[in-house]
């Protein structure tokens, strides 16, 4: 019955450690392509594409960023 417990307890705790892991994930990343979207979107309307290019480029970085941090998240550990 113990064992049972801690069992559960400890999926609890390891299902609320991956959640705070997405949102502290997700925090770091929403600001940097929300911003750089912003960045791209500015320097495209001022005529200086270069300049737009480069936060395409730091967009898509950062979407790659994104989505290999859930995947080393949500893989599983080799034993």
Do not use: D
């Amino acid at each position: 019955m113990k064992n049972k417990i801690k069992r559960i307890l400890g999926k609890i705790i390891l299902a609320i450690i991956v959640l705070l892991r997405c949102i502290v994930a997700c925090a770091v990343a929403s600001p940097i392509v929300v911003f750089t979207g912003l960045f791209l979107t500015e320097m495209a309307s001022k005529g200086q594409p270069h300049w737009a290019a480069l936060g395409g480029v730091l967009v898509v970085l950062s979407l790659i960023a994104l989505t290999l941090s859930f995947y080393w998240m949500f893989k599983k550990k080799s034993k």
